[in-house]
């Protein structure tokens, strides 16, 4: 039996949120801009057609958002990660084998599906995320993740469609018909870096890639390439991935929503970075052994001197604890920072990770093990999702934070945030 993979993938995915809690959103020209409103990281169908590039800066279509009514919105993390979590809830009811890919979209494995047609399948799913959710998606049904991939892009691009290709009900000639049409630098694991060198040797499009040998490509390219080509050819080489698997980096940086030229005020930006990387990296129950920090001026800026630096430190013991990485981070910050300079970006990143149950603990260490610094961070990070995020914070990370991330045009956190819940008023006619 031939594989049926199929990549299911939310439309617009922030801008569908937004018009989720905001019906009058619908039709209208909408963009979800960055941090610090810099650039446009989702657009509607609208938006797309005036024109709009995915991040395209703020400032270059400011009058053309004027023109035609463009409705813009700050990023609003908080809700959109929490609408992931529904919409792959709702998912994994249809299928056993699921591989989230990304805050937006995740493979499923169909292959045992027993039903008549895996189209009208694919149409339900739809409508019962649809129904769940309020957000819209298109399918893409393949025998491998590649073709799966493509066949979303082709659903989406393609109204006739309505939603959902499937690969495998189509004939070779059918599917040749619209491989040929799309471009070589749209294709999974291809990208704009490596299209045009493909281009040169006669590959323009998908059709061609999966007509090219692929023992040649993997002596010219990589092993990548090579994997792509059997997949084009029904040939599935890249498995889903049944469990998460944990990250071998974790990083978090950010630019200012205005200048930093102190250094405590950036000292409490890489606390509150610092705070995010280890959070994160406790929830996957690792160990960090190194914290890189770097700071920057903007590189954009020609009237201001330029300065950049970062250092790497390694640390003394494996560990998961907020307070140790923001010690040793503002120590590595004071060897970095000149004063003098108008900072724009600090980051952190966290590396040599290990999983708890792997951790070889420090023959020489005058602690034994990581008791009391474990349960503080447990508390720490119950807390704060019991009772609301940063209801328990570091002092480190500064109280006023004039330096942070701007959002002037944020949307409430309607599913994450009781203060921002949906308030209902009841219409009484007799009062009209």
């Not at 703020?58 to 919409?87: C, E, P």
């Not at 294709?187 to 499009?205: D, E, F, R, S, Y």
């Not at 120590?331 to 000149?338: D, M």
């Not at 945030?417 to 209902?424: E, F, R, T």
Request: one cysteine or more.
């Amino acid at each position: 039996m031939s594989s049926s993979i199929a990549l299911v993938d939310c439309n617009n995915f922030y801008v569908s949120c937004e018009r989720v809690f905001n019906p009058k959103l619908t039709g209208k020209p909408v963009v979800v801009l960055s941090n610090n409103d810099g650039c446009a990281v989702a657009r509607s169908d609208e938006v797309k057609a005036l024109g709009v590039k995915m991040g395209q800066p703020w400032f270059q279509f400011k009058y053309l958002a004027k023109k035609h009514g463009i409705i813009t919105y700050s990023s609003n993390y908080a809700l959109y990660a929490d609408m992931s979590n529904r919409v792959m809830s709702v998912l994994s009811e249809f299928s056993p084998n699921q591989e989230i890919y990304s805050i937006d979209e995740c493979f499923l494995d169909l292959t045992w599906f027993c039903g008549d047609n895996l189209t009208d399948h694919a149409h339900r799913i739809r409508r019962c995320v649809q129904q769940q959710t309020g957000l819209p998606v298109c399918i893409g049904i393949g025998t491998s993740k590649t073709l799966a991939k493509l066949a979303n892009h082709i659903a989406k691009e393609n109204a006739p469609f309505q939603g959902v290709c499937d690969f495998n009900a189509m004939t070779t000639q059918e599917q040749n018909r619209w491989l040929h049409k799309i471009k070589i630098g749209k294709i999974w694991g291809v990208g704009k870096q490596l299209a045009p060198k493909l281009q040169q040797i006669g590959i323009h499009n998908a059709l061609d890639l999966k007509h090219a040998n692929p023992e040649i490509l993997n002596l010219q390219f990589s092993v990548s390439l090579k994997k792509t080509v059997h997949e084009l050819n029904d040939l599935a080489c890249i498995e889903l991935k049944k469990t998460t698997t944990p990250k071998k980096q974790i990083i978090c940086s950010r630019s200012f929503s205005v200048p930093v030229t102190s250094f405590e005020n950036l000292e409490q930006s890489v606390a509150l970075y610092v705070s995010r990387t280890a959070e994160k990296l406790r929830q996957q129950d690792s160990y960090a052994g190194s914290i890189h920090v770097y700071i920057r001026t903007s590189p954009f800026n020609k009237k201001e001197s330029c300065y950049a630096n970062s250092v790497t430190i390694p640390l003394p013991e494996q560990t998961d604890d907020t307070l140790v990485f923001i010690r040793i981070a503002s120590w590595g910050l004071r060897k970095i920072y000149r004063s003098g300079y108008k900072y724009q970006k600090a980051g952190i990143m966290l590396s040599k990770l290990v999983s708890k149950k792997e951790c070889q603990p420090d023959l020489f260490s005058k602690k034994k093990g990581q008791g009391k610094s474990a349960n503080l961070m447990i508390v720490l990070d119950q807390v704060n999702t019991l009772m609301g995020k940063k209801i328990l914070a570091i002092a480190a990370e500064g109280i006023t934070q004039p330096w942070k991330m701007r959002q002037g045009n944020r949307s409430p956190r309607y599913t994450t945030s009781w203060d921002d819940l949906i308030a209902v008023h009841q219409f009484n006619a007799r009062e009209s």
